[in-house]
């Protein structure tokens, strides 16, 4: 497992077991009985750590869709970590996405799905933020993949604490940073000097554009777009939009109708002010990407940092 990131890992640690198994599952399978069909399609959750994501993560675990044999306490697949971290730091240090990390992606989600009962009916997926990273990748290894984006206001997300993709103690923050620094043309000097919000902003703008661009291309049949205000104060439309694009079975419409009762709005509470010069910075800075969303130079809710 690569290293670096001490607080990721000590979620790894701290809830490696198998949670994410499905009910029935037998871990008798081998790979190679695994359909291509079922191969083909995972729903995939993305989001920016620190998004939210673990909302997200919850969401579809209720409506029955398989993330794996080991979720961790934020919701992550900890089985997809280590493939996801390498070709990340390889993404982001200019390499393209190629046949052989296509079939790699594709192995190791044999590997977890021979480890699980998982019926040709049941939705797989996972949830691991730093696929941000490699969505081109993720996309040419599962051609019927679904995606489900959840975004979160760049003030609210940058103002709060850092996630490991905008710290530089660890791989793949540090090649995020360095990325991200060169692709808004700041000098990667900057990083040292910079404080963490402004990594945040900067790695913000670098993983959410990206995404949005290619995203979109896929149309509404293959990408869902939530945003994590929406999520915390609308939940029962938010939900009623997730369980529609995945295929509105009777499991998911009973979980969607628990969503409600099971967030606290509060964490959408207490509005980020603008006078804060921070603020101003990181908006100035992702503007032109937040607008694509429907955000605002104020946050529609945010969350105290």
Not at 19 to 31: D, H, N, S
Not at 85 to 98: E, L, M, S
Not at 149 to 169: A, D, E, G, K, Q
Not at 258 to 276: C, F, H, S, W, Y
Request: glycine share 10%; aromatic share 6%; hydrophobic share 40%.
């Amino acid at each position: 497992m690569l290293q670096g990131d001490a607080g990721h890992e000590g979620d790894l640690k701290e809830d490696s077991g198998t949670r994410g198994l499905p009910l029935g599952a037998t871990g008798a399978g081998t790979e190679g009985d695994i359909d291509p069909t079922v191969l083909d399609r995972p729903v995939v959750l993305l989001g920016r750590g620190g998004s939210g994501t673990r909302l997200l993560s919850q969401l579809a675990q209720d409506t029955g869709i398989f993330l794996g044999n080991e979720i961790n306490a934020s919701g992550d697949s900890v089985e997809w970590v280590q493939p996801i971290y390498q070709r990340a730091i390889a993404r982001c240090g200019g390499t393209g996405a190629d046949r052989e990390s296509s079939e790699s992606l594709r192995d190791h989600a044999r590997h977890v799905l021979s480890a699980a009962d998982v019926t040709k009916q049941q939705l797989w997926g996972w949830k691991l933020p730093e696929t941000m990273l490699i969505l081109p990748d993720v996309l040419a290894a599962f051609p019927r993949a679904k995606i489900i984006h959840l975004l979160r206001h760049p003030v609210s997300s940058s103002l709060r604490r850092s996630h490991m993709t905008s710290r530089f103690n660890n791989p793949v923050g540090r090649a995020v940073l360095t990325a991200a620094y060169r692709e808004v043309g700041r000098s990667e000097k900057s990083i040292e000097r910079d404080a963490e919000w402004q990594h945040n902003a900067i790695t913000w703008l670098y993983q959410v554009r990206r995404v949005a661009h290619i995203c979109r291309q896929l149309g509404a049949e293959r990408w869902l777009e939530i945003r994590f205000e929406d999520l915390c104060t609308t939940p029962k439309t938010v939900s009623t939009q997730v369980t529609a694009f995945l295929g509105n079975t009777s499991e998911q419409l009973a979980a969607a109708a628990q969503l409600e009762n099971k967030i606290n709005p509060a964490r959408a509470a207490g509005a980020v002010e603008m006078t804060d010069p921070r603020a101003e910075w990181v908006w100035s800075l992702c503007a032109p990407v937040a607008e694509q969303f429907g955000y605002g130079a104020t946050p529609p809710v945010g969350e105290k940092s």
